[in-house]
């Protein structure tokens, strides 16, 4: 390869590297974001090996010593910063929880929204489908899952659903909704862990979880109990339904990797990627935690299903407000 064909193939590393030297040099390193910090080291790595190879084939000629003469600059400037660097620290627990994750979900925005229309919208059609044509719901609910909503639809208390009420409902049965408790934790696994498999095994995740979503969905409409299905699934539900999206954003980041590592080593993409997949990770686990308190303390009580709803409302609202928060300026972020 000629020395300009080598310069044109890696010039956009060497431009990205320079660039995120001077952002250093200028703003310190506290202005690097955790995936710049990282990719920065990736870059240096890279560049190192390009000088190396552009020392053995191209030093012979005057634009070869002039690209040496580049890149070693480069590289100089580039170790100043990576090395000066404090040794990293592990996240202190009360830092990530209070502004790591919110910050993780922050920048990878664009992924979790992917994978909540992944969920959502096969949900949609199953719901419509199902309304439709009740017939339908055996394509997307097991049928002993179907024979259940049945059986407690029938058994439904219309008149009283007040505190004194002892209703047996839909879906307010323990076994069910610990069982939904634990399909949610298995999706969301799974989620994550399939964005090895380029994608393909995330996508249909969501996807099945979504159908299943909509399809009981759909059930509880067509048997008329959507009120208290609704109280039942809703408080904690809007929390697990969001972690599983943000576990399915952490699987498609990995996927996006390894479709398209832009400028970086497919490695070195993928490293990054699983960063930013295992905080994404830790705050699903955070987040079902609390779904699950909130379904084991909240949900069996014979409350109002409109207070149910409520709550679950005031949970949306905080979720929002969490996800939101930003670091305070001039506070370092500690570091992975």
């Given amino acids: 390869?000629?020395?300009?064909?080598?310069?044109?193939?890696h010039r956009a590393g060497w431009k990205r590297l320079s660039d995120l030297v001077d952002k250093a040099q200028k703003s310190r390193l506290t202005s690097l974001t955790d995936g710049e910090l990282h990719e920065m080291g990736a870059l240096y790595r890279r560049t190192s090996s390009d000088?190396?190879?552009?020392?053995?084939r191209y030093a012979n000629t005057a634009?070869?010593?002039?690209?040496?003469?580049?890149?070693?600059?480069?590289?100089?400037?580039?170790?100043?910063?990576?090395?000066?660097?404090?040794?990293?620290?592990?996240?202190?627990?009360?830092?990530f929880v209070l502004f790591g994750f919110p910050a993780a979900f922050r920048r990878n925005w664009a992924a979790i929204m992917a994978a909540a229309s992944l969920m959502f919208l096969p949900g949609l059609f199953a719901y419509v489908s199902t309304v439709v044509n009740p017939d339908t719901?055996?394509?997307?609910?097991?049928?002993?899952?179907?024979?259940?909503?049945?059986?407690?639809?029938?058994?439904?208390?219309?008149?009283?659903?007040?505190?004194?009420t002892n209703y047996e409902g839909l879906m307010s049965s323990p076994g069910i909704s610990s069982a939904i408790m634990v399909n949610n934790i298995k999706?969301?696994?799974?989620?994550?862990?399939?964005?090895?498999?380029?994608?393909?095994g995330t996508g249909l995740v969501l996807i099945f979880n979504g159908l299943m979503l909509g399809g009981l969905s759909g059930m509880a409409t067509v048997y008329h109990t959507d009120l208290l299905y609704w109280a039942v699934i809703l408080p904690h539900g809007i929390i697990e339904l969001t972690a599983i999206a943000i576990a399915g954003g952490a699987g498609l980041k990995l996927a996006g990797a390894l479709y398209a590592p832009g400028h970086l080593p497919r490695r070195d993409a993928?490293?990054?990627?699983?960063?930013?997949?295992?905080?994404l990770v830790v705050g699903v686990v955070m987040m079902l935690v609390v779904a699950g308190i909130i379904e084991g303390f909240l949900t069996?009580?014979?409350?109002?299903p409109l207070l149910k709803i409520g709550f679950a409302l005031c949970t949306a609202i905080g979720l929002i407000a969490y996800l939101s928060v930003k670091q305070k300026p001039g506070v370092a972020t500690k570091r992975a």
């Fill in 1 to 9: 390869m000629k020395a300009e064909r080598y310069v044109a193939a």
């Fill in 51 to 56: 000088l190396a190879r552009a020392q053995t």
């Fill in 63 to 95: 634009a070869g010593r002039d690209l040496v003469r580049s890149l070693n600059d480069l590289v100089l400037r580039a170790h100043t910063q990576v090395y000066s660097a404090p040794a990293p620290q592990p996240f202190h627990a009360q830092d």
């Fill in 137 to 164: 719901a055996k394509m997307f609910v097991p049928i002993e899952v179907i024979q259940e909503v049945q059986k407690r639809a029938q058994q439904k208390i219309t008149t009283g659903w007040g505190g004194n």
């Fill in 187 to 200: 999706v969301s696994a799974k989620a994550a862990a399939y964005g090895v498999t380029m994608g393909i």
């Fill in 270 to 279: 993928l490293r990054l990627a699983g960063n930013e997949a295992i905080q």
């Fill in 300 to 304: 069996p009580l014979p409350l109002p």
